[in-house]
């Protein structure tokens, strides 16, 4: 398994969606971001999941935490449900037809679901055990090694347990009940420096 095994979707809206991730959210949310991509795109490729729609997967998870930029930060709703909002805006903008606009939404939240039933939502799956796996190093030995050498390597991860504890701590103590509580409750920033990815100094 390599990265070059993975096409990056080439459409309007994923060049979109990578452009507004870019501007808005800091790199080490970024790289977050890309990583989850290619995590997704691992985890479907080492479970022989097939039929998934790969422009959604990337757009969803290049813009699934552009909700804690300042920018789109909202007062009461949750970040991802923020987030999905954006993507729901800037696929309209790229032509999708509304019931795909909101599977984006719905892919963005649901990452940040205990667990998806990939039966119920594929990309929604692919997505959750990805950030699962880049935040708190669930199933960290699941895809090859060599795999996770390489995506860290383009993409290394500057600081994200910092920069994402401290971003979802700010959003439970604003919104309380919201999933950035749950997450926190759960031991979040405790699973974000053990993660085995972070330990890897990359």
Not at 82 to 105: I, N, Q, Y
Request: hydrophobic letters at 45%.
């Amino acid at each position: 398994m390599k990265m070059v095994d993975f096409v990056v979707p080439g459409s309007v809206a994923a060049r979109a969606a990578l452009e507004v991730a870019t501007e808005y959210v800091p790199g080490a949310l970024l790289n977050h971001s890309i990583r989850s991509w290619y995590w997704a795109v691992g985890f479907a490729s080492l479970e022989m999941r097939e039929g998934f729609d790969a422009e959604l997967l990337y757009v969803s998870a290049v813009l699934h935490d552009v909700g804690l930029a300042v920018e789109f930060d909202n007062d009461t709703l949750s970040y991802e449900l923020a987030a999905g909002h954006v993507a729901w805006a800037l696929t309209a903008g790229a032509g999708w037809e509304a019931s795909r606009r909101t599977r984006a939404l719905e892919v963005i939240v649901r990452h940040n679901w205990p667990e998806v039933d990939p039966e119920q939502d594929l990309e929604g799956y692919l997505l959750e055990v990805a950030t699962g796996l880049d935040i708190s190093g669930s199933r960290s030995e699941a895809l090859p090694e060599s795999f996770r050498s390489e995506v860290l390597t383009a993409y290394p991860r500057l600081g994200l347990a910092a920069e994402f504890g401290s971003c979802v701590t700010d959003q439970a103590s604003r919104k309380p009940a919201t999933a950035a509580a749950r997450l926190i409750a759960g031991g979040l920033v405790r699973k974000l420096k053990n993660n085995p990815l972070e330990l890897s100094g990359s």
